[in-house]
């Protein structure tokens, strides 16, 4: 495995992400983004549609840290990526994450260039958790896949939950190069770090990690 990075490369402006969740419900998604934003920059707009919110559940307050959401339940996709795109528009805001639930034919190519348009003009990174979809054509500039691994392992405690880790593939990117991580928080710090893991099983890269 190569040694540990902070980022596998980084982005020249805040940009608009897509998150495709390996299964649904998967909390991997949240965590990923949420870890790529800065809490001291401003809070965060949440925004789930109906489904999103029923079937993967809402935010969990303890478990966000020093980060603060300001949490929107619209009803359709469509509502999602409107109030998305006036959120883009708050230079206050630390970032802007949406999630849909399933293949929705108002998330086309149109509306994510808006989306990322807009992200870029107003320096608010934006994401949007597509779960249970398939990646259609879209103009955001980075796409991800993502899944839960286990778990880094508690020195003190083998048996207590530790450090979350998530196979990460960056399978479509406009300014780097795709590829496949193992990414989790630094254990000494919150600083998210990338192993590479091609050509590993994700359990010995994971492993690796710990």
């Known amino acids: 495995m190569e040694t540990l990075s902070r980022r596998p490369a980084t982005l020249r402006q805040p940009t608009l992400s897509e998150i495709f969740p390996e299964t649904a419900v998967d909390a991997a998604a949240p965590a990923f983004a949420l870890a790529h934003l800065e809490a001291a920059k401003g809070p965060v707009l ?3 549609d109906r489904l ?22 619209v009803s359709r996709a469509i509502d999602v990526l409107w109030a998305m795109e006036q959120g883009l528009g708050c230079p206050g805001l630390g ?3 949406g999630e849909v639930w399933g293949t929705a034919p108002a998330v086309d190519f149109t509306a994510t260039k808006r989306l990322a ?7 608010v990174p934006a994401w949007l958790i597509r779960r249970g979809a398939l990646p259609e054509l879209s103009a955001a500039r980075e796409r991800w896949r993502l899944g839960a691994l286990p778990a880094r392992p508690m020195p003190d405690d083998t048996r207590a939950p530790g450090a979350p ?5 960056l399978f479509r990117a406009r300014w780097r190069a795709p590829g496949r ?9 919150k600083d998210l770090v990338f192993g590479h893991a091609v050509g590993m099983e994700a359990a010995e890269a994971a492993r690796a990690m710990a």
């Open 46 to 48: 949440w925004i789930q």
């Open 52 to 73: 999103s919110l029923r079937e993967a559940g809402r935010l969990f307050p303890p478990g966000l840290g020093t980060c603060e959401v300001l949490h929107l339940q």
């Open 95 to 97: 970032g802007v994450i």
């Open 117 to 123: 348009l807009r992200s870029e003009a107003h320096a």
């Open 165 to 169: 880790l998530w196979s990460a593939e």
């Open 181 to 189: 991580w193992v990414a989790g928080h630094d254990p000494q710090g």
